[in-house]
């Protein structure tokens, strides 16, 4: 078995005195593993870290074998990446959030998207917004996506402005109102592309929206803890933002 692709590095753990198991995110095949022979040596080293785009060829003698990577690097953006709180935070959040979906499971659309983000992480007031919008496209490949384009309550497809907490739908100014301390707040950038996230205190409720949807289909359902990276991630974004008027404390931001 062989095949080639292209991919991103999200995780190594050691196998052997000199060989390391590259967990990677491709196009056509999903997150995969592979060993990678020499991969500890100084000529890999460098190329198999987390965020770096490769070029990859996989042999097996069966497709269900662990198989082996010959690697090439296509993209080394890893040591920019690592210039930052947001971009160090930001590759390990989206890289567990990769590790949710099952092995070997094609995701195309996530793949590009994680390269697109990563190559935006140095850009601060886009890093948190496209990573808001990265784990919507999670949830939905995993099946919860959030339905944003009309009111759940009267179909309407304007001043959507909240979203049910019950059933992820968008929910206007006018059907919320009664129900408003319930539910959670829409920023208008999820909904119209042209509409720039502008300040922390807005970015704070999309991490909340997408937040509470991952709790609550993904982490509490698995029962398993909610990725450290994610919190250390939205602290940094919402740290690059400027605040709104009044200034909220970066704990309340979220909540």
Known sequence: MEWRDEGIILGLRK?????????????AHGR??????????????????PGNSVDLVWRARLDEHLGQYQVEV???RAGRLMESAIGVHG???????????????????LHDAFAVILDSLDTPEQAGALYVRF???VLEDLGFGLD????????????????????????????????????????QFLTDRDC?????EVLGQAFRLTGYFLDRHVFE?????????????CTAALRAMPPADPVLPETELMK
């Open 221 to 233: 359902a698995r029962g398993i803890e909610p990725p450290i990276s994610r919190e250390s991630f």
């Open 91 to 109: 590759v390990q959040a989206m890289a567990a959030l990769l590790r949710l979906l099952p092995e070997r499971d094609s995701h195309p659309r």
């Open 148 to 187: 944003l384009s009309a009111c759940a309550a009267t179909g309407v497809r304007t001043e959507l402005i909240y979203v049910s907490p019950k059933s992820g739908r968008a929910v206007s100014a006018a059907a919320g109102a009664p129900w408003a301390e319930r539910m959670l707040a829409l920023p």
């Open 135 to 137: 784990e919507l496209a």
């Open 32 to 49: 995969h593993l592979g060993i990678v022979r020499g991969g500890r040596s100084k000529r890999l080293q460098p190329v198999l870290q």
């Open 15 to 27: 196998h052997g005195e000199t060989s390391v198991i590259a967990e990677v995110m491709t196009h």
């Open 196 to 200: 720039p996230c502008t300040n922390a």
């Open 74 to 76: 296509l993209n080394a």
